[in-house]
C-alpha cells in the first residue's frame, strides 16, 4: 500500500492532470485514477471532493452541473488556466524531484 | 432494491459537519451522485442491492473526516482586502475630527465623536446583518424597491423641515436625516431588478430602463440632490453599459451603447438649453475653474492646498484659521485630511481607496452568479463614485454634487448606507457559486450561456462515461 504522506502531496496534481484530458465527474475520476494506475492508487473515494473543492475555491478548476440520462444532477469539473499554469509547476517539480531520487537510489544500487 | 438509508446516513453524516449551510445541498447531490453511480456498478459486478450500497458507501471512506475536511474548505473565508481598507478609513475619519480640535482648541468635537463612534459600531452590525442576508431576495421586487424610494423622496418633501434650501426629516435625539443616498441605493438596488426584469426585451427593454432611470434621477434632481442624482446616474451608467456589453439586451450591442449614450447627451443638451441664464451660470460654477465664477468653498480650497506641507497643518491655517475651511468633517473630508495632516496623508487615503476599488472589483469580476455579479458591481459603482466625486470636490475641481466620502466623512446615515453597501458585497462573495446552481440536459445546447444567474459551459458533445 502506498505512504499516505506520499499520496497527500501528489492528489492535487494528479486531479489536475486529469482534469487536462477532459472534463469529468468525482466518480469517473477515482475509477480513471484507478485504471491508469494499474489499481495502485486507490483512494478513500469521499477524500476526493474536499481536494476538488478545495482547488475551485481556489479558482484552480471550475464546475458545472449537467442531468444524466436518468434525470440526476451531475457535478462536472474542468480545469482553467490558472490550474493549467499550477499543473505544469508542479510537473516540473515533480520530474526534478523524480529524477533526483532516481539518482540516489541509483547510485545505492551500484554502490552494492 | 436498497433501502437507501445506509447511502442516506452517511452522506446527512457528512453534511452535517459542514457549518456554512448553503453549501450543503450541492454537497449532498454531488455525494449521491456518487454513491448511486458506484452502487450500480457493483449491481452489474453481480453483488445484490444491499451488498453494493453497504460496499459503495465503504469506498467512500469516514464520513466524519470527509465532512470535517469539507467544513473547512467551505468555511467562508474573511475578506481582509476589504474590511482592512474601510477599517483604516473609517479610524482616518476618527482622526480628522481629533486632529480638528488638537488645531482649533475652540472646537469641542467630543460629542461628534462619541456619536461617530456608535454609528460606526451600528453600521458595522448593519454589515454584518446584510452579510449573513440572502441578499438574492432583493431581485423579485424592484417596484417595491423603486416606490419605497419616490415614497421616502415624497414623504420627506411633504413632511420634511428645511434646512439650507433641503428637506430633512428631524429625529429627536439623533438628529437631521436626509434621505437622498439611501434613496439613491434604493434605486440602484431596484435597478438590478430591472436589468434581470427587461433584459430578454431587448431594445424595448432598454427603452422601459431609460424611462425608469430617468424618472428616478428626476426625482432626486428635484429634491433637490445634485450629488445623489450624479452618483446614482453614474452607477446606472456603468450597470447599463456593463449589461449591454455583455450583450444581455441583445447581440446589436454598439448600436445599443451609441443609442444609450446619444439619448443621455440629447436629454442632458435640451435640459441644458431648458434652463435660464442664471441657472446656467450656477450649473457652469459646479464644474467651474475660472477666477470669476469660483465658488467660496473652492477659493478656500486652493489656499489650503497650495500652502499644504508634507507632513502638518497648511500655512493656511496658521494665518487664517481653521473655521475658514468648510464643510471640514463631511464633504470636504479630503481638502481636510490635506489641509491638517499633510499631502502625504492624502496620498496614503487615495492609495488606500485605489487598492479597495481595485480589490472590489477583482473580486466582482470572479462572480460567477449574474445578480451577484451586478449587485457586487453596483455596490463597486455607488462607492467608487463617491470616492472619486468627493476626491474631485476636495481638491476643488468639482464645486457642486459633492458628496461625503465613503467610511471617512462625518455623517450617520451615509456611513450606515456605506456600511450596508459593504454588507451587501460582502455577502454576494459569501454565497457566490452556492445559490440557484442551474442545471441543464446533458444533449445539445450552446457551448455558453447564461442561464439563471449562472455560467453554464457545455463542453460535451461527447457522453462522459
Known amino acids: 500500500m502506498l505512504d499516505k504522506s506520499l499520496m497527500a502531496g501528489s492528489t492535487t496534481m494528479l486531479v489536475l492532470n486529469l482534469l487536462e484530458q477532459g472534463d469529468m465527474y468525482g466518480y469517473q475520476m477515482i475509477r480513471e485514477l484507478e485504471q491508469r494506475s494499474e489499481q495502485f492508487f486507490s483512494l478513500k473515494e469521499g477524500t476526493l471532493y474536499p481536494i476538488l473543492h478545495g482547488l475551485e475555491k481556489d479558482g484552480l478548476i471550475k464546475s458545472y452541473e449537467m442531468k444524466t440520462e436518468q434525470g440526476r444532477p451531475r457535478k462536472y469539473y474542468a480545469i482553467n488556466d490558472k490550474g493549467r499554469r499550477l499543473l505544469r509547476d508542479k510537473k516540473q517539480e515533480w520530474q526534478l524531484f523524480s529524477s533526483a531520487v532516481n539518482k540516489v537510489m541509483g547510485g545505492v544500487r551500484y554502490a552494492e | ?465
Open chain 2, 1 to 465: 432494491m436498497p433501502n437507501n438509508w445506509l447511502r442516506e446516513a452517511f452522506i446527512q453524516s457528512v453534511v452535517q459537519r459542514i457549518r456554512f449551510k448553503p453549501a450543503r445541498n450541492a454537497v449532498m447531490r454531488e455525494l449521491e451522485d456518487h454513491l448511486q453511480e458506484h452502487t450500480k456498478a457493483f449491481i452489474e459486478e453481480g453483488l445484490s442491492p444491499g451488498e453494493a450500497e453497504e460496499k459503495a458507501v465503504t469506498c467512500m471512506g469516514d464520513p466524519a473526516a470527509v465532512g470535517a475536511d469539507l467544513d473547512r474548505v467551505h468555511r467562508p473565508r474573511i475578506q481582509w482586502s476589504l474590511i482592512l481598507p474601510v477599517l483604516m478609513l473609517s479610524f482616518l475619519g476618527v482622526a480628522v475630527l481629533l486632529n480638528a480640535e488638537l488645531i482649533n482648541p475652540h472646537l469641542n468635537t467630543s460629542p461628534d465623536l462619541v456619536k461617530s463612534i456608535a454609528v460606526f459600531l451600528a453600521g458595522g452590525l448593519l454589515a454584518f446583518c446584510l452579510y449573513r442576508l440572502d441578499y438574492t431576495k432583493l431581485k423579485n421586487h424592484p417596484w417595491v424597491l423603486y416606490f419605497a424610494s419616490l415614497g421616502i423622496l415624497l414623504a420627506t418633501l411633504l413632511l420634511g423641515s428645511p434646512v439650507n434650501g433641503v428637506k430633512v426629516i428631524q429625529l429627536p435625539s439623533i438628529g437631521s436625516l436626509k434621505p437622498d443616498h439611501l434613496c439613491s441605493l434604493l434605486f440602484v438596488l431596484a435597478f438590478l431588478g430591472f436589468i434581470l426584469k427587461y433584459q430578454s426585451q431587448g431594445l424595448i427593454g432598454l427603452v422601459k430602463m431609460g424611462l425608469i432611470s430617468a424618472f428616478s434621477l428626476l426625482a432626486l434632481l428635484m429634491f433637490p440632490s445634485f450629488s445623489a442624482m450624479l452618483i446614482t446616474l453614474l452607477t446606472y451608467l456603468l450597470l447599463l453599459t456593463t449589461a449591454i456589453i455583455k450583450k444581455q439586451f441583445g447581440a446589436q450591442r454598439w448600436p445599443l451603447l451609441l443609442l444609450m449614450y446619444g439619448t443621455l447627451l440629447l436629454v442632458s443638451l435640451l435640459l441644458l438649453l431648458s434652463i435660464d441664464g442664471y441657472r446656467l451660470e450656477r450649473l457652469s460654477s459646479l464644474l467651474g475653474s475660472t477666477d470669476a465664477i469660483k465658488s467660496y468653498p473652492q477659493y478656500v480650497i486652493s489656499n489650503l492646498l497650495q500652502e499644504a506641507r508634507p507632513i502638518g497643518a497648511s500655512g493656511y491655517i496658521a494665518s487664517e484659521g481653521f473655521s475658514a475651511l468648510p464643510g471640514s468633517g463631511s464633504e470636504y473630508a479630503f481638502t481636510t485630511i490635506i489641509a491638517t495632516m499633510g499631502w502625504l496623508a492624502g496620498m496614503a487615503v487615495a492609495l488606500i481607496i485605489g487598492f479597495f476599488i481595485v480589490g472590489m472589483g477583482m473580486k466582482a469580476l470572479h462572480i460567477r452568479t449574474q445578480y451577484g455579479f451586478y449587485m457586487a458591481l453596483a455596490v463597486l459603482g455607488l462607492l467608487g463614485a463617491k470616492f472619486l466625486v468627493s476626491i474631485l470636490a476636495g481638491v476643488g475641481l468639482l464645486a457642486g454634487g459633492i458628496t461625503g466620502m465613503p467610511f471617512v466623512s462625518y455623517g450617520a446615515a451615509d456611513c450606515l448606507i456605506h456600511m450596508a453597501s459593504l454588507g451587501l458585497f460582502l455577502s454576494v462573495l459569501r454565497t457566490d457559486g452556492y445559490l440557484q446552481e442551474s442545471i441543464q440536459s446533458s444533449s445539445g445546447g450552446r457551448i455558453i450561456k447564461l442561464e439563471d444567474g449562472q455560467l453554464i459551459i457545455s463542453l460535451h458533445t461527447r457522453r462522459n462515461k
